[in-house]
């Protein structure tokens, strides 16, 4: 079984940045594509970025040139770097690993608040 336990979110200013980090525990990490994903209140979740076991990397664009992810297979650990954090960025950001075989799995973290002021 997977769990996804995520943390970094806090409070930031406009302009600032946070890293957050979702640690990843069960087998074969290293095949799971993972992600980031956002939801704020009354809205449904969206994507913010991936990166698959290649390490190949999708992005929101909304996100673009702000935000970076990465992974560290040793450590079983995904990474979202956010720079340059605007108001729009508040959210509950959620870590997700997907796996495309025998069948389509989702495991979704609790998810961690990010609120960024003006």
């Known amino acids: 079984q997977v769990q996804l336990v995520e943390s970094g979110g806090g409070l930031v200013q406009a302009g600032g940045s946070l890293t957050l980090s979702c640690t990843f525990s069960?087998?074969?990490?290293?095949?799971?594509?993972m992600g980031w994903y956002r939801q704020a209140p009354g809205k449904q979740r969206d994507l913010v970025a991936t990166?698959?076991?290649?390490?190949?990397?999708n992005y929101a664009d909304s996100v673009k040139g702000r935000f970076t992810i990465s992974r560290n297979n040793a450590k079983n650990t995904v990474y979202l770097q956010m720079n340059s954090l605007k108001p729009g960025d508040t959210s509950v950001y959620f870590c997700n690993a997907h796996i495309g075989w025998p069948t389509d799995i989702d495991y979704w973290g609790q998810g961690t608040q990010v609120t960024v002021s003006s």
């Open positions: 990166v698959n076991n290649g390490h190949d990397t």
């Open positions: 069960g087998n074969m990490f290293s095949l799971y594509r």
